[in-house]
């Protein structure tokens, strides 16, 4: 027999992905409770949990009269795991996303390695050493880079000392997992990427913010061009295969 939290999480993310893709567009109602149940082979109640799951991280709105109404993606939970993993499997990661997240490192990071620089302890600096040098090991092919990459910018922000910020890294890590994952597959892109890391860490050491801000900046613009060719080429290569079929 299949656990329930099984049977709701199939659920979930067969209809977060087709909110995501547009098969319920924005304004659109779902299907009623029995056409859903027919249609994905399930209960009511796992419907009704479902449906919960979905409001709850603003993907649709439940009215008595009207029905459970999509929303659009203004009032989505961006950074929820579940709706960056749904947005990223469904082919969301486009031109607009790219120009968006970049922004909003550009705002953070940069004030982000002036603190840390200003505030790193040497136990901060410490850990930011293990994460750097677990990067080269596995450009080396020796472990994972992108966990070690997202602990590494991690470390930088808890090097800050502020609770909030701290916070923050939590759900920053999950959008930035999504555009890692895609930046590694750029050939050489991480082996091209850690000078630009060693000279942010050397700068935080030497508690130089001006020039940690410098390195952290280089830092977002490589991942940007990086992002952008691992992009285009999925879409190259999804045209190819179209055109195929």
Request: proline share 5%; charged share 20%; hydrophobic share 45%.
């Amino acid at each position: 027999m299949i656990p329930r939290q099984t049977i709701h999480d199939d659920v979930l993310n067969r209809l977060g992905a087709d909110i995501c893709t547009g098969v319920y567009p924005a304004g659109a109602v779902l299907p009623p409770e029995p056409d859903l149940c027919e249609l994905l082979g399930v209960s009511r109640i796992v419907i009704r949990e479902a449906v919960k799951s979905l409001s709850a991280r603003g993907l649709v709105s439940v009215r008595r009269r009207t029905g459970t109404l999509v929303q659009s993606s203004e009032n989505w939970q961006l950074f929820d795991p579940k709706v960056v993993v749904w947005r990223a499997s469904t082919g969301m990661i486009d031109e607009k996303y790219i120009a968006d997240l970049m922004e909003l490192r550009r705002v953070i990071e940069p004030a982000a390695v002036r603190y840390a620089a200003q505030r790193a302890s040497a136990e901060d600096l410490a850990l930011m050493r293990h994460h750097l040098d677990a990067m080269a090991n596995a450009i080396n092919g020796k472990g994972e880079y992108v966990p070690a990459d997202l602990a590494f910018h991690g470390a930088i922000l808890d090097a800050c000392h502020n609770q909030f910020l701290r916070q923050m890294q939590q759900a920053i890590n999950v959008i930035l997992e999504v555009s890692f994952d895609l930046c590694i597959q750029v050939p050489d892109g991480p082996a091209r990427s850690q000078p630009l890391h060693e000279a942010l860490l050397s700068a935080i050491a030497a508690r130089d913010p001006v020039q940690a801000e410098q390195a952290v900046l280089e830092i977002i613009e490589r991942a940007e061009n990086d992002l952008h060719a691992s992009v285009n080429k999925s879409m190259v290569t999804n045209s190819h295969e179209n055109n195929q079929n």
